[in-house]
């Protein structure tokens, strides 16, 4: 699999009690999970939402930085 090698995330929204987060990314190089791809180009992934459980495992699987804050793998 391959992983994200960089990228800027911050948490856009917390909606409580639905469980969903909305986060604002730029992702570097590209990554696929199943159903879920992104190409070599930059790409700004606005309000993107995830389920709390689905964000966590995206974040543990990417090493996504959850609060604006950048990575280099």
Same mark, same amino acid.
């Given at each position: 699999m391959s992983i994200i090698t960089e990228s800027?995330?911050?948490?856009e929204e917390l909606a409580k009690g639905r469980?969903?987060?909305h986060i604002k990314c730029t992702f570097y190089n590209w990554?696929?999970?199943?159903?879920?791809?992104?190409d070599h180009y930059?790409? +700004?992934a606005d309000?993107? +939402?995830f389920s709390g459980?689905?964000?966590s495992i995206i974040n543990q699987l990417a090493n996504i930085p959850v609060v604006g804050k950048?990575?280099?793998?």
């Open positions: 800027i995330c911050s948490i469980g969903f987060i990554v696929t999970y199943p159903g879920f791809l992104i930059n790409l +700004t309000q993107y +939402t459980s689905y964000f950048r990575r280099n793998k």
